[in-house]
């Protein structure tokens, strides 16, 4: 059974840096799509960035140039580079690993910037 687990978040200062990791296991089928989405209290779960198997990235305008994604197909996994985070980037951010088949997302980790 597939399982998406991330890591990595916690409590920062503005200014500051973390970052995320996320594991698909359970497979060793290779995912078109893996990225991230958050989704802070009262707002809807938005995408913040892509890694397709081709090596294909992309990013939300309100994290391009501070987030970076990075990810090892052998392994399944992705990992988001989060600096000069904002008190407005606090949110649970998610895992999503995807193919046309299939489309399994994580638990959510939490993310909390601080002014």
């Known amino acids: 059974q597939v399982q998406v687990v991330e890591s990595g978040g916690g409590l920062v200062q503005a200014g500051g840096s973390l970052r995320l990791s996320c594991v698909a296991s359970?497979?060793?089928?290779?995912?078109?799509?893996m990225g991230w989405y958050r989704q802070s209290p009262g707002k809807q779960r938005e995408w913040v960035a892509t890694s397709l198997s081709d090596g294909f990235t992309n990013y939300a305008d309100s994290v391009k140039g501070r987030f970076t994604i990075s990810r090892d197909n052998a392994k399944n996994t992705v990992s988001l580079q989060m600096n000069s985070l904002k008190p407005e980037d606090t949110a649970v951010y998610y895992c999503?690993?995807?193919?046309?088949?299939?489309?399994?997302w994580g638990q959510g980790t939490q993310v909390t910037v601080s002014s």
């Open positions: 999503r690993a995807r193919s046309p088949a299939y489309d399994y």
């Open positions: 359970g497979t060793t089928f290779r995912f078109n799509f």
